[in-house]
Nanobody, 120 residues
Framework: QVQLVESGGGLVQPGGSLRLSCAATGSISSSYSMGWHRQAPGKQRELVAVSISGGSTNYADSVKGRFTISRDNAKNTVYLQMNSLKPEDTAVYYC??????????????WGQGTQVTVSS
């Protein structure tokens, strides 16, 4: 059973930084992708950043230039470095692991989420 455990959330002032971590119980190197999503109150969950096997990364336009996703396959951990945080970044952040089976079907696994609050 895949388990993803996020950590690193908290309260930070506008302009500050946080680094989120997502530790997986299994290997992440064989995953199709590892990503971070977020959900603000009253809004749908949205993709923030994704690291696809092979090395490419994609970011939501709202976080480009401020957030960086990285992964340590040896530690089975994915990170999200968040700089220049804004109040609109306030949300619950979820780690996602997408795997693909031999039939090319995708399966998504989610962590429990970690709260990020940007406020003065």
């Amino acid at each position: 059973q895949v388990q993803l455990v996020e950590s690193g959330g908290g309260l930070v002032q506008p302009g500050g930084s946080l680094r989120l971590s997502c530790a997986a119980t299994g290997s992440i190197s064989s995953s199709y992708s590892m990503g971070w999503h977020r959900q603000a109150p009253g809004k749908q969950r949205e993709l923030v950043a994704v690291s696809i096997s092979g090395g490419s990364t994609n970011y939501a336009d709202s976080v480009k230039g401020r957030f960086t996703i990285s992964r340590d396959n040896a530690k089975n951990t994915v990170y999200l470095q968040m700089n220049s945080l804004k109040p609109e970044d306030t949300a619950v952040y979820y780690c996602n692991q997408r795997v693909q089976d031999y039939t090319y079907r995708f399966y998504d696994y989610w962590g429990q989420g970690t709260q990020v609050t940007v406020s003065s």
